[in-house]
């Protein structure tokens, strides 16, 4: 996992909450910090361990190892400072709110195309539970990345680990129904050292989303999880009911279509969750009705990953589901 570097600018109040969250987050280095005030700058370096400190804003931002810069300043400072941040070629965290005016805000996003940087406003509540909850929507599935239980390298493994525990930790914040993890087997085929340390992690996970109410799984996503017989060998290792598979529908390798769809079938009443791509959802009405007859009794969920048009590309897609799963409900097919 590659380091990323923050730079802060600001380092009142507000700063010290933001340093408390980063020491949590694995690969991030604060490496620069910024304040006209030279003693409140030097006792927060000085806490928090930053070597690197400064009284003006634009030597900091003059850095080269710099990945994003932190905003922690007043209100009205945050858009002219957020782009210059951007201009310089570095992505954004601010602080709320976004801005002083609705005209500095829009500024700021204008900014964050203009240079291709990520701009984002610290509203951690909107990823919390509550805000969920006022909308009425359920978290179905929370995808855990750089998380699998496998690695050749013992410092990504730990690091994955630790991953991993926060991805179950949030699970039961927000009400996840069922997190979906990667096996992390590169190759097609798996090795019985790989199983044994896979299958073992898999049943703490299990057992740990047990008591927490969510199911645990991993996806037919990439390497060995794209084998059938892995997949079979692995439910049988770890042999947990709350474990289960992210049906990616016809993600099996070596396979033709037919027997892509056969593999399906045979997962389907294991499948805690399932990915509808696009080219599934063109065959909707040939696929849909076969996995609901073999058992799956998750959500019915779609994907798609062009990179073009995809608000309409995925309105098209929900669009073929729901036609087919009103077909399945309205009796069409006796």
Known sequence: MKEI????????????????????????TVAAACDIRPKVLEEFCNKYGIKDQYADYRQL?????????DVCLHNNLHAPMAIEVMKSGRHCYCEKPMAGSYADAKAMMDAAKLFGKKLHIQLSFLYGAQALDERELTLVNLCCDYAHPWSEDKDELARNHAVAEDCLKAARILGAKSIRFD???????????QIAYTSKKFREYARIGAQEGFKVCFENHWGASTNFEVVQTMFEAINDENFGLLLHLGNWSDSTLEEKDQK??????????????????????QVLKPVYDAGYQGVWATEHHSGRNEYNEVAFQLAAMK????????????
């Not at 096996?183 to 050292?193: A, F, K, M, R, S």
């Not at 036609?323 to 006796?334: C, M, Q």
């Open 61 to 69: 931002l003059q850095r080269d190892d710099l990945d994003s810069v």
């Open 183 to 193: 096996l992390g087997v590169h190759e097609l085929t798996i090795t019985d050292e």
């Open 264 to 285: 399906d079938l045979a997962m389907a009443s294991r499948a805690v969750h399932m990915h509808f791509s696009q080219p599934y959802c063109e065959r909707a009405d």
């Open 5 to 28: 570097r923050v730079g802060i600018i600001g380092t009142g109040l507000i700063a010290h909450a933001h340093m408390e969250m980063y020491k949590d987050i694995p690969g991030v």
């Open 323 to 334: 036609k087919e799963l009103s077909r399945i409900a309205g009796g069409v097919y006796g």
